[in-house]
């Protein structure tokens, strides 16, 4: 018995050699892990150029996402999708109440920006000190249970954050109005007239601060705020790549996979999945701090239910499990949410008006549902359709594309391998 038990953890410990074996490359990333983290940080980089594919005043420029505000969402939105990915990716754990996170963390950087300074830095510290303290407590009490019970304890958690931001807790939180930087407000290391509002800053440098430039027709925004919630977003990506990789990541691959049989082993999962709660809380907090700094205000519908459905769809969408699944789900949800839904009958008429009316007018008929307001419809297809044919999300549709190139090179390859046989017989 004794024998077993230690051949048991020594395979135990081969993978964590194993691993950090494998993580001995630049940044401590190797492989393809090294390449995904440069095309992500490419792409984030040149998102004003990529996002701004049309020129400016022409009618497809309707679907261009190059502004400061949305190109923010997509960066913040992914650290909170990343962050939601080390829970439900790794242990399976579905957790519907991650945006008390989001709205614990937001309301700890306002304060601190009313209260310290108006610099986000030691908003964003706090905003994941916070959210990782309220994490502790919601994750010790709800990993008590596991499968829909746990997922119903964390709503119920989320919901009584909501009702208490709501309305028990005003002085705190502001209420049904919420809370934002005022003339009144008087931070300790700022210097601000009697009448001044503050503004969000980093060492000086507005958050609100662009510079536009004009290329023939079109016109690309490189905003300060984007790139400094990208700095973020980067880091939180490259600490998700190295948590995925390392032995805590492997153990809580273990859970996912079969946690009865891992406790069978002498290993107490409880430690991993609260470890992991507390991590994703924190990223969650981070993208709440992140958003007040970009707009400083909150609001306790940050914390309402239908905050962290929103993650979750974000996180299936692009590919549960995944690293760079979770952000291109935030990424198409976000661009959906703010792009699909300005589309109205008027643009659409305009998209059609060389049809005879007729035809035009049914056009416009059957689309009008699927834009505008109806965006959700749109969205809840699209939602269907990955779940029924795209199990892996919008990863799994990439791969399965690269496959049919590589398909085709390989048939390609193999054809004219064959015919240069064949000519080498002949001679």
């Known amino acids: 018995m004794t024998d077993q038990t230690t051949d ?24 393809k892990d090294l390449g995904l983290f440069i095309i992500v940080a490419l792409l984030t980089i040149l998102a004003p150029f990529i996002l701004n594919p049309f020129p400016e005043g022409s009618a497809l420029a309707q679907f261009n996402g190059g502004y400061p505000d949305l190109m923010q969402r997509f960066v913040i939105f992914g650290i909170f999708a ?4 080390i829970l439900f990716g790794l242990t399976g754990y579905l957790s519907f109440g991650h945006a008390a996170f989001l709205g614990v963390g937001s309301y700890a950087a306002i304060w601190m920006m009313k209260l310290l300074t108006l610099n986000v830095i030691p908003a964003i510290i706090m905003s994941i000190v916070f959210a990782g303290i309220f994490a ?33 807790l005003t002085p705190i939180t502001g209420g049904e109005t919420g809370l934002q930087l005022k003339a009144t407000d008087t931070p300790l290391l700022s210097n601000l ?31 300060a705020g984007y790139y400094i919630a990208a700095v973020f977003m980067l ?20 859970v996912k996979s079969n946690q009865q049989r891992m406790n069978y082993t002498g290993l107490n999962s409880r430690p991993y999945t609260l470890a992991a709660f507390v991590i994703s809380g924190m990223y969650a907090g981070l993208a709440g701090g992140l958003m007040v700094a970009m707009d400083t205000q909150v609001g306790p519908e940050r914390m309402f ?3 962290s459905g929103e993650v979750v769809l ?4 692009g590919g549960a499990g995944t690293l760079i699944g979770p952000v291109l789900g935030a990424g198409m949800i976000k661009y959906m949410e703010n792009i699909v839904s300005k589309i109205n009958d008027g643009i659409l008429h305009q998209w059609f008006a060389f049809m005879p009316d007729g035809i035009e007018d049914f056009l416009v008929f059957v689309i009008h549902p699927f834009i505008g307001k109806g965006w959700h419809l749109t969205l809840g297809l699209l939602f269907m359709l990955v779940v029924i044919f795209l199990p892996g ?27 240069a046989e064949q000519q080498q017989h002949s001679e």
């Not at 990343?82 to 990915?85: A, E, L, M, S």
């Not at 009697?194 to 027709?217: H, K, L, Q, W």
């Not at 998700?240 to 691959?253: D, K, N, Q, V, Y």
């Open 314 to 317: 974000m996180t299936i969408l």
């Open 82 to 85: 990343i962050g939601f990915n």
């Open 305 to 307: 239910w239908t905050a």
């Open 235 to 254: 880091l939180s990506f490259y600490l998700a790549i190295r948590l995925f990789r390392s032995p805590f990541g492997m153990m809580l691959r273990a």
């Open 8 to 31: 048991t953890r020594m395979d135990a410990t081969r993978p964590r050699a194993s691993a950090a074996h494998k993580s001995s490359g630049l940044l401590g990333l190797t492989g």
């Open 393 to 419: 999300g919008l990863v799994e549709g990439g791969q399965r594309i690269a496959s049919v190139f590589r398909r085709k090179e390989t048939k390609t390859s193999t054809v004219e391998k064959s015919a």
């Open 193 to 223: 007239g009697p009448t001044e509002i503050g503004r969000a800053n980093f060492f000086g440098v507005d958050m609100r601060a662009s510079y536009e430039m004009a290329i023939g027709d079109w016109l690309f925004t490189f905003n």
């Open 136 to 168: 502790l407590i919601v994750g010790y009490i709800s990993l008590r249970r596991s499968g829909i019970y746990f997922s119903i304890l964390t709503l119920a958690f989320a919901q009584m954050s909501y009702a208490l931001a709501y309305s028990v």
